[in-house]
């Protein structure tokens, strides 16, 4: 009763808000890009540091966002020409960090509510059954989520101590609590219950204070459990409430107040009509404060995932081992059980920074980032082996970033000898992930390099560049790896291939 009861009071705070409806239904925002419900006045200039020079990689429109462009008009077609900007495509390697109400019971994933009540399942109603009282709510968990050692400086100086290039916070999941004092999330968004901070504003600070790193947000489309949005969806999605009483006003919100440069959508369970997502992109594309910098993905409704938006994510833990010729994404977890933290996680539930390292490598060799995802605990803490794994990743990147940032695919991604071997290239040179040590006396022997007249090979960190001693033998590259214990170098090896073809 009291899940209602709360959704109850957010519906009635967008009624009490249609008088600002009315109004914008005025502007000419309105009429240019059709059912947009909201635009907050609120913006600064964005910033001229991170405008590029345009350039075709891939295949793929990947480039400046010119001020003279034409504007981007609300339909796929026009959306989807908008070049992607230039930023992104360098990165490479990014963090997604999932937090919510969902951190507090802290148990099987961030799915929770909805295995517990969307699915009842089993597992979720034991769990409840037997560590809390009858009658227990969802709503229940939010004073409980204190946050009470959450330091956004903290988590700045990791993630930029990870080597991570952009960070995506979760602005709201599809439990619908809200990060930032939400103006139509009334008694469910971090300012009036639990926490009583502004946590997207404190990471948002501490990013740009404190780091170069690219600040990005992810935000549900849709909630569960949503009178706004059941009703829309028992009217066959011909009516819009939910869309105009509370996805479009946060969206709005949450670009004008903290201008992320990535806005990452999900939940869009319904048509793209329903959701209006071309009106808003358009809008993003065309006037919003980070039109010029910032980057979207593929989930704006039912049929867009892989075809439609800025780049591809596709689904889950996507990484297709081959080239593709559009921007895409790995969005994927170190613990491979949950994109929340979990407190009955095991050591073996979380990935290797060997497992970590040979998924970078895997994915930026055939055009795509790595989004890698971390789970803060309801305190505002990254649990000790998260926050290993990230200073691991960044001091492999301090010796191999050469070849990781504003790389570009290779001809070859895998090696046709050595399956343990991934390529990228930069500035005409090629560059070989060695993800397993060669047991054969240190020979390693890679099927795709040609060499030429003055090729040399070295491996980054090692004697300082020194060339390695290598030999052409049946049109296969063999290359004698140094002696010493590999592991004085750690976890996975780059070899620099220069004028090879």
């Not at 619908?176 to 926490?195: I, K």
């Not at 200073?391 to 695919?409: C, F, K, R, T």
Request: glycine residues 6%; charged residues 20%; aromatic residues 14%.
């Amino acid at each position: 009763m009291r899940v209602w009861l709360v959704y109850f009071a957010i519906a009635l705070t967008s009624i009490l808000h249609t008088d600002g409806v009315e109004t914008m239904e005025k502007d000419p925002f309105w009429n240019k890009y059709e059912r947009v419900h909201y635009k907050e006045q609120e913006s600064e200039d964005v910033k001229q540091s991170h405008k590029y020079t345009g350039e075709q990689i891939q295949g793929e429109n990947i480039g400046n966002i010119s001020p003279t462009s034409p504007p981007y008009q609300p339909n796929w077609e026009s959306i989807d020409s908008r070049p992607l900007p230039k930023w992104y495509d360098e990165a490479k390697f990014g963090i997604f960090i999932h937090w919510g109400v969902f951190s507090v019971p802290s148990y099987m994933s961030e799915w929770f509510w909805w295995s517990w009540k969307g699915t009842n399942n089993s597992q979720a109603m034991d769990f409840m059954e037997r560590n809390y009282p009858p009658g227990f709510t969802y709503q229940q968990f939010a004073p409980q989520f204190t946050t009470e050692f959450y330091d956004a400086n903290e988590w700045a100086d990791l993630f930029k101590a990870s080597g991570a290039q952009y960070i995506v916070l979760t602005s709201k999941h599809h439990e619908g609590f809200t990060n930032w004092p939400s103006s139509v999330s009334w008694n469910w968004n971090s300012m009036d219950v639990g926490p009583h901070r502004d946590l997207v504003g404190e990471l948002a600070d501490a990013i740009r204070n404190r780091t170069s790193i690219h600040f990005g947000l992810y935000h549900s489309m849709y909630e569960w459990f949503n009178p706004l949005y059941l009703k829309d969806v028992e009217n066959g999605f011909k009516t819009t409430d939910f869309v105009d009483r509370k996805t479009m006003p946060e969206l709005y919100e949450i670009v004008n107040k903290y201008k992320p440069e990535v806005v990452w959508s999900d939940g869009a369970r319904g048509p793209t009509e329903y959701w209006n997502s071309t009106g808003f992109l358009a809008w993003l594309y065309n006037e919003s404060p980070v039109k010029d910098v910032v980057v979207t993905n593929d989930r704006w409704g039912t049929g867009t995932t892989c075809h439609h938006g800025g780049y591809y994510t596709c689904q889950d833990r996507y990484n297709p081992g081959k080239l593709v010729n559009h921007k895409w994404e790995n969005c994927m977890t170190i613990d491979k059980k949950s994109w929340g933290y979990r407190r009955e996680a095991k050591l073996e539930d979380f990935l290797t920074v060997e497992e970590m390292i040979g998924t970078l490598a895997s994915t930026i060799s055939c055009g795509g980032n790595l989004l890698m995802n971390v789970g803060p605990t309801k305190e505002g803490t990254i649990a000790p082996i998260f926050q290993q794994r990230l200073h691991q990743m960044g001091s492999w990147l301090d010796i191999n970033g050469e070849a990781v940032y504003a790389s570009h695919p290779w001809r070859i991604q895998q090696d046709s000898t050595d399956e343990n071997v991934w390529y990228t290239a930069r500035g005409g040179v090629v560059y070989a992930f060695v993800l397993k040590w060669p047991t054969d006396n240190n020979k390693l022997i890679l099927g795709a390099p040609v060499s030429t007249d003055t090729s040399m090979i070295s491996m980054l960190g090692y004697n300082n560049g020194s060339a390695l001693q290598w030999n052409t033998v049946n049109k296969q590259t063999e290359i004698i790896l140094p002696s010493a214990n590999p592991q004085s170098l750690k976890w996975a090896w780059v070899l620099k291939l220069t004028n090879f073809h």
